[in-house]
């Protein structure tokens, strides 16, 4: 072959190169233009229940936000959105019908461009371990144990196999897996966290291995990640600035849900994901 047509070859093969290390050996991300389909799955901390006003029509028992994330994205971008979030949602409730609800899954259709997840914490009784924890003493307060070794594998298997299915049925779209916002803050306790030193380390640890599962999932599956847990990290709910509700008591005022995200935190997940599909 002609040193030309060495040189030429060369940097096509360095030019696919540079392409695959910007995405992580990914699939080749595309703009995102405006009125394309979007789908938003996954649990409370998706739907946000109490962020603003309600956007179930009719209304249900899922509690979606028009203040959620995904409404906000959604506006933003000017997307066609179908929120299909649930509060109480595990990963069965994607794959499968609970009740009236029809699966998460079944909305994502081959005209979908977008998909965002946060799922999970239901699996592993994240949040509601760590509301049975705030209310010990109180009538009516539930025990909660941490999740067992065959929870966690389940875990992975349902989330390996959410990817799998979004990729079978929207093979065009982007698949962004939102993990869960940071809630107590890195060492101690507040009075908006009214827990024992012990019950705070196991939700930090519940909490570091849902962000991890979700993260290594998405890296295996092809697919994106925003995390969202790091992203908070200093917003807390015993901040100054908390972007998730503390536990309600005389003392603590909360605007929605007990440990879950707030306005302000719904907020910083739609603008990080505005970056990402600017990208």
Same mark, same amino acid.
């Given at each position: 072959?002609?040193?030309?047509?060495?040189?030429?070859?060369?940097?096509?093969?360095?030019?696919?190169?540079? +392409? &695959?290390?910007?995405?992580? $050996?990914?699939?080749?991300?595309?703009?995102?233009?405006?009125?394309?389909?979007?789908?938003?799955?996954?649990?409370?901390?998706?739907?946000?229940?109490?962020?603003?006003?309600?956007?179930?029509?009719?209304?249900?028992? &899922?509690?979606?936000?028009?203040?959620?994330?995904?409404?906000?994205?959604?506006?933003?971008?000017?997307?066609?959105?179908?929120?299909?979030?649930?509060?109480?949602?595990?990963?069965?409730?994607?794959?499968?019908?609970?009740?009236?609800?029809?699966?998460?899954?079944?909305?994502?259709?081959?005209?979908?461009?977008?998909?965002?997840?946060?799922?999970? $914490?239901?699996?592993?009784?994240?949040?509601?371990?760590?509301?049975?924890?705030? &209310?010990? +003493?109180?009538? +009516? &307060?539930?025990?909660?144990?941490?999740?067992?070794?065959?929870?966690?594998?389940?875990?992975?298997?349902?989330?390996?196999?959410?990817?799998? @299915?979004?990729?079978?049925?929207?093979?065009?779209?982007?698949?962004?897996?939102?993990?869960?916002?940071?809630?107590?803050? @890195?060492?101690?306790?507040?009075?908006?966290?009214?827990?024992?030193?012990?019950?705070?380390?196991?939700?930090?640890?519940?909490?570091?291995?849902?962000?991890?599962?979700?993260?290594?999932?998405?890296?295996?599956?092809?697919? @994106?990640?925003?995390?969202?847990?790091?992203?908070?990290?200093?917003?807390?709910?015993?901040?100054?600035?908390?972007?998730?509700?503390?536990?309600?008591?005389? @003392?603590?005022?909360?605007?929605?849900?007990?440990?879950?995200?707030?306005?302000? +935190?719904?907020?910083?997940?739609?603008?990080?994901?505005?970056?990402?599909?600017?990208?």
């Amino acid at each position: 072959m002609r040193p030309e047509f060495l040189l030429l070859a060369a940097a096509a093969a360095l030019a696919a190169l540079a +392409g &695959c290390a910007g995405t992580g $050996g990914h699939p080749a991300i595309h703009p995102l233009a405006a009125g394309v389909r979007y789908v938003a799955m996954g649990s409370s901390f998706a739907a946000g229940p109490g962020v603003t006003v309600s956007a179930d029509q009719p209304r249900n028992r &899922c509690s979606r936000s028009a203040g959620n994330y995904a409404h906000q994205l959604a506006q933003k971008r000017g997307l066609l959105l179908t929120d299909v979030s649930c509060g109480g949602a595990t990963t069965a409730h994607l794959f499968g019908s609970w009740g009236e609800l029809a699966p998460q899954l079944d909305a994502v259709t081959a005209d979908t461009r977008l998909v965002t997840v946060t799922i999970g $914490g239901n699996d592993v009784g994240y949040i509601g371990g760590l509301s049975a924890a705030s &209310c010990q +003493g109180r009538p +009516g &307060c539930p025990v909660v144990p941490p999740p067992g070794e065959q929870a966690w594998q389940l875990l992975e298997t349902a989330m390996r196999r959410i990817a799998g @299915e979004v990729r079978r049925r929207a093979p065009e779209a982007r698949l962004i897996f939102v993990d869960y916002l940071t809630i107590l803050p @890195e060492h101690g306790v507040c009075a908006a966290t009214p827990v024992s030193r012990e019950q705070a380390e196991t939700s930090r640890a519940v909490a570091r291995r849902l962000a991890a599962i979700t993260a290594r999932i998405a890296d295996e599956s092809g697919v @994106e990640v925003l995390r969202s847990s790091a992203l908070s990290r200093r917003h807390d709910a015993c901040s100054r600035t908390p972007w998730t509700n503390g536990f309600p008591s005389r @003392e603590v005022r909360i605007n929605g849900a007990p440990y879950h995200p707030d306005l302000a +935190g719904m907020t910083a997940i739609a603008e990080a994901l505005d970056r990402m599909l600017t990208r």
